[in-house]
């Protein structure tokens, strides 16, 4: 079955940066959308982004130009790049593809 493993979420600066990876298994990766939502306490899961198999991205606008999806194909892995990081950033990130979710990584944004 699909499984999809986060990592990279911690503790950073505001104006810092992170860079998130998903990585997939049990399906073949590169025919699928990935998607990184991100949940914050008290607050309903919300889309950050999505990478096409083409590559197409889309972003919501409160990231836009501060953080980057890509994804590698051959390592069967998504990436999610933040930067000039916010406290509003602050929230558990997780991958999802096929309707099937990580666990989710935690990223706090604080001084």
């Known amino acids: 079955q699909v499984q999809l493993v986060e990592s990279g979420g911690g503790l950073v600066q505001p104006g810092g940066s992170l860079r998130l990876s998903c990585v997939a298994s049990g399906t073949i990766f590169s025919i699928y959308t990935v998607g990184w939502y991100r949940q914050a306490p008290g607050k309903q899961r919300e889309l950050v982004a999505t990478?096409?198999?083409?590559?197409?991205?889309n972003y919501a606008d409160s990231v836009k130009g501060r953080f980057t999806i890509s994804r590698d194909n051959a390592k069967n892995t998504v990436y999610l790049q933040m930067n000039s990081l916010k406290p509003e950033d602050t929230a558990v990130y997780y991958c999802t593809m096929v309707r099937v979710w990580g666990q989710g990584t935690q990223v706090t944004v604080s001084s």
């Open positions: 990478i096409s198999s083409g590559s197409s991205t």
